[in-house]
Every structure is written in C-alpha cells, then in structure tokens.
C-alpha cells in the first residue's frame, strides 16, 4: 500500500516556508511542493499538501492523518488489500 509522508521546509534566502508531500514509492512525479497558509494551521498545512498530491495522483479513498517525528503520514483507511489492525485494550490492573 502507498503511503504520503509530508515534511516542513523552511524558509531560504529566496523562498517561502513551504510543505512537500510524497508518496512512499518515491517515484519521479510523485511529489507536491506547496506554500505555507498562515490561515491554517500546523495540520491543516499538511493536509492541504497531501490532498493536493493526491489530487494530483486521482487516489481515491478515505486518508487517515499521523504525525511523524518529522511531519505526517497519510494511510489508505479503506485500501482492501491491506491487513487491518485494531489496538486492544489492556487490562493493567494486574
């Protein structure tokens, strides 16, 4: 299953601050740049670049949203052939 990470790039000498989106597979095309949106926030810039790649891509599904050390990662929730996991609760109290 492919994935979209998106990662902050800071501002240079000659750009603005800005967001990258790119797919796990890492292929040529595969990758959207946009400009930071001081209207939104933190997540919401992230969002913005993922749904914009994949727009780009015409991938379709239900995308869930988690943060990265270093940005976000984008899952397929509705990709089929992909193992479904489910966290189950703990009994901690021994």
Request: net charge positive.
């Amino acid at each position: 299953m492919q994935t979209i990470t998106t990662k902050y790039l800071g501002p240079t000498d000659t750009k603005a601050p800005r967001v990258k989106a790119m797919t796990s597979s890492g292929h040529r095309g595969s990758t959207y740049t946009v400009e930071w949106d001081d209207s939104l926030n933190i997540e919401g810039n992230h969002a913005d670049a993922a749904q914009k790649l994949l727009d780009k891509l015409g991938w379709r599904g239900e995308w869930r949203m988690g943060a990265m050390e270093r940005g976000y990662v984008f899952v397929n929730a509705t990709d089929h052939n992909s193992p479904k996991l489910m966290a189950k609760q703990h009994d901690w109290r021994g």
